[in-house]
């Protein structure tokens, strides 16, 4: 459970098969279900087990240790034998089955909330930040599923995964009802699409923030991560509600979206393009934020934002779409954004005595770009970056960033991100072959003894930018995850200078 208070349900296994598709069953449909769960090791007497076939394992291996665990229905893709003393269900697709059990199985909880779900490459922890913020100024009490945390009101659990499993999904909608939620933002990204965990959440708004290069390791390539992403707007509409989508055309990618012939709900367009239906005219970008005259649906409005970056500008837009699409009141939205905070790790800056230093989860080619285009237009000195890329991940990206931090940087240190189960000499390798001939870089692997070199580089006026990992607290290595914080690390070492 996701909630240490989470007051399990029970449900007669009738009840829950009528929410499948077409199942063939083999048993007792009378039993109450206690608990519905993918992983074995969590199976308690009395649950229901579903055996998932993931890109990792498959989980119909898994089928004798949840019946030694207790439990007294299985769900399978195949027939398979289980004692005559437990219910078996085959499905078509176990991913899709366990989405409908568990939305069920808490009674829908997705139904009682307004819900926003956000997907792209990059901005939709920032957008959903801002989204939330502004909701909750406008008195709506409201959830937040992210990369970041998973939250209910003031209450925070750190967040295992962008978008969880479908049952810890639909736990979290469940709890944000018990406490009194109007609203739910939720961060959708191209592996939960793809593997149906957010099939069964209502969505009122989907939101696409823009689609570059990243996950290419899973989805094989840019058509099918384009046709993961599409699938949250192709399915706005199917859980009864009247939904709305809102995409962002200065993306091509969100352009062909806008003409996806399977999307049936309206759809609104949001960007710096004069024909945008919420747009910015006049950006202005400097050192403490952004401004711009909006344009949209709700009205006109000059907008202030402490936010740095044109990319934070695609955020604030998307985020005034949402907003305005769940009727939150233009005035409220800009007296909000005047004061908002960035998100965790997003363009974060640690005060030091000299030079300046930021903290960004940038970690695609087109991410790394926006931040170091941003801070290259701000530095007054040089401009310093410390960054690796994650290991057993799309390998095509790492030269792709090199040369991206040689195009605005004007030093560069390589170290380790998340190395995981790869060589960190080898992704360091690959970074390196992007690196424009002449351009000053450096390989420190160890990433603490890397951050320790940049700072010691600054001189007044400089800036160094960490990037890769943002707001994540641990470094994963092999099968070893290991504390660490960017900042705190950065804090520690400014101590000792």
Not at 25 to 53: M, N, P
Request: glycine share 8%; net charge negative.
């Amino acid at each position: 459970m996701i909630w240490a208070d989470a007051v399990p349900f029970t449900m007669k296994l009738e009840h829950l098969i009528q929410a499948l598709d077409a199942p063939v069953v083999i048993g007792s449909e009378a039993k109450a279900i206690e608990g519905i769960t993918y992983d074995s090791r969590l199976v308690k007497v009395g649950w229901l087990f579903v055996a998932i076939c993931g890109s990792q394992q498959d989980g119909q291996q898994f089928i004798t240790d949840a019946l030694d665990r207790g439990a007294i229905a299985v769900v399978s893709e195949a027939a398979v034998p289980v004692p005559r003393s437990v219910t078996h269900i085959q499905v078509a697709n176990a991913q899709v089955a366990i989405a409908q059990l568990a939305s069920t199985f808490q009674h829908h909880p997705g139904r009682a909330l307004h819900i926003a779900g956000i997907t792209g490459t990059n901005g939709k922890t920032t957008t959903a930040y801002c989204i939330r913020s502004i909701l909750e100024a406008a008195e709506r009490l409201t959830g937040l599923v992210g990369t970041v945390e998973y939250r209910i009101g003031e209450r925070s659990l750190p967040a295992a995964r962008t978008t969880p499993e479908a049952t810890e999904l639909q736990c979290l909608l469940s709890r944000m009802v018990k406490h009194g939620c109007d609203a739910a933002v939720m961060e959708v990204s191209s592996h939960a699409l793809d593997q149906h965990r957010v099939d069964c959440i209502p969505f009122d708004v989907g939101v696409f923030t823009n689609l570059t290069r990243d996950h290419l390791d899973y989805h094989g390539d840019l058509e099918s991560y384009f046709q993961a992403k599409a699938k949250l707007f192709t399915r706005l509409g199917n859980e009864g509600k009247t939904a709305s989508g809102l995409v962002n055309t200065d993306d091509p990618w969100g352009r062909r979206l806008m003409e996806h012939p399977e999307v049936s709900v309206p759809v609104l367009s949001y960007g710096l393009n004069p024909e945008a239906d919420v747009r910015a005219e006049e950006p202005v970008f400097h050192a403490h934020g952004l401004s711009f005259k909006l344009k949209s649906p709700w009205g006109e409005a000059d907008v202030c934002v402490p936010m740095l970056g044109r990319f934070n500008l695609h955020n604030v837009l998307a985020a005034i779409g949402t907003c305005g699409l769940l009727g939150v009141d233009l005035d409220l939205m800009v007296t909000c954004l005047a004061q908002i905070e960035s998100a965790p790790g997003r363009l974060e800056r640690v005060d030091c005595p000299v030079g300046g230093i930021y903290v960004d989860y940038a970690h695609t080619e087109d991410a790394l770009d926006n931040v170091l285009k941003t801070l290259s237009e701000l530095v007054s000195g040089r401009l310093i970056v410390v960054f690796g890329c994650g290991g057993n991940r799309d390998t095509h990206k790492r030269a792709a960033m090199g040369r991206v931090a040689s195009k605005w940087a004007d030093e560069s240190i390589i170290t380790n991100d998340n190395p995981r189960k790869e060589d960190p000499q080898a992704i360091a390798t690959e970074i390196l072959s992007g690196v424009e001939q002449g351009h000053p870089v450096e390989v420190i692997l160890d990433r603490k003894d890397a951050i320790q070199h940049g700072i010691g580089r600054l001189q007044e006026g400089d800036i160094l930018l960490i990037a890769g990992k943002g707001h994540e607290t641990t470094q994963e290595f092999a099968d070893t995850l290991v504390p660490f914080d960017d900042r705190q690390v950065v804090r520690r070492l400014l101590r000792n200078v």
